[in-house]
């Protein structure tokens, strides 16, 4: 206790106040700090002279969310919705679209990080993980569809007892 | 904007049987259903969620076993991006990968027990 008071604390006052002061002292490793203990000591910044504060990127701390990410989160989900309608293009054009949407905002976020919050990149991201399971989805039922159709033959396909009967022998 | 959700409610209570029984004979057909006679993977929903409106459940998860699941996930998206939540992201996506193992594994229920037709 007497060596950190003669090391790094100049003001001696014999009060649990000087363990703070050594504690915030370790923490700003800037001794000049504690020839002020009253006005500055919740403010442990390494450069004084920086209006920003460390988090808060450029504009005086304002964040903004990826412009898209609400967007790419909207269509990743409605893509497992969409799945099935019409053959799965549907959810492929979406799961698509939401894929190269997210793609830019990633890049952007990764660019420069403190302008853009982190919520918003975890909804982009949750959302590209539901695009992707949902483009996989209508990617495989849009693949059957073309399968089917090659193998049967239209005819086949608009045909319900041929469609029948064809299953019935495949079993 | 704010008024919509609202006016649906109050339509749904007001003549709420009126309702459901138009949406029961207004059913989008499936084009893979009428053209191939086969149930795809998404059919059943729109029953699923007639029977949900009617209040039955156990009909709708009959019909449709991922109506719930999926209708919690958009309520909770909605949620998530209005009041962003600390872990909503995460949840998303654990609900979105349920969902879709529930809508899979009974469509390859619905092949096993001969139901597509």
């Not at chain 1, 698509?96 to 793609?103: D, G």
């Not at chain 2, 009126?18 to 086969?38: A, D, M, Q, R, V």
């Not at chain 2, 209005?82 to 229920?109: E, W």
Request: proline letters at 6%; hydrophobic letters at 45%.
């Amino acid at each position: 206790m007497s060596e950190e008071q003669e090391g790094q604390v100049p003001n001696s006052q014999p009060n649990p106040e000087n363990s703070q002061n050594a504690q915030q002292s370790q923490n700003t490793q800037n001794p000049q700090w504690q020839q002020n203990p009253q006005g500055y000591q919740h403010f442990n910044q390494p450069n004084p002279g920086n209006p920003f504060p460390p988090y808060g990127g450029g504009f005086g701390g304002m964040q903004m969310a990826l412009p898209n990410a609400t967007i790419t989160l909207v269509l990743g989900i409605l893509s497992i919705v969409t799945c099935c309608c019409f053959y799965g293009i549907i959810g492929v054009v979406l799961g698509v679209v939401a894929l190269i949407l997210s793609r830019k905002d990633k890049e952007n976020y990764l660019a420069n990080m403190n302008y853009y919050t982190v919520s918003s990149y975890k909804n982009l991201n949750a959302g590209r993980v539901c695009a992707i399971i949902g483009l996989i989805l209508s990617a495989i039922i849009v693949l059957l569809c073309i399968v089917f159709a090659i193998f049967f033959g239209f005819s086949t396909l608009t045909d319900e007892e041929a469609i029948k009967q064809m299953l019935q022998e495949l079993q | 904007m704010k008024g919509i959700p609202v006016v649906f409610f109050l339509l749904l209570i007001g003549e709420g049987s009126g309702l459901i029984h138009w949406l029961e004979n207004h059913l989008l057909s499936c084009p893979f259903k009428t053209w191939t006679g086969i149930d795809c993977p998404g059919c059943g929903l729109q029953r699923s969620l007639v029977a949900l409106l009617k209040g039955d459940v156990w009909m709708s998860f009959k019909f449709y076993p991922a109506t719930l699941p999926i209708l919690a996930l958009f309520i909770f998206t909605i949620l998530h991006l209005k009041f962003d939540f600390k872990n909503g992201a995460f949840l998303i996506k654990l609900m979105y990968i349920f969902a879709t193992v529930i809508i899979v594994t009974s469509y390859i229920y619905k092949i096993y027990h001969h139901q597509l037709f």
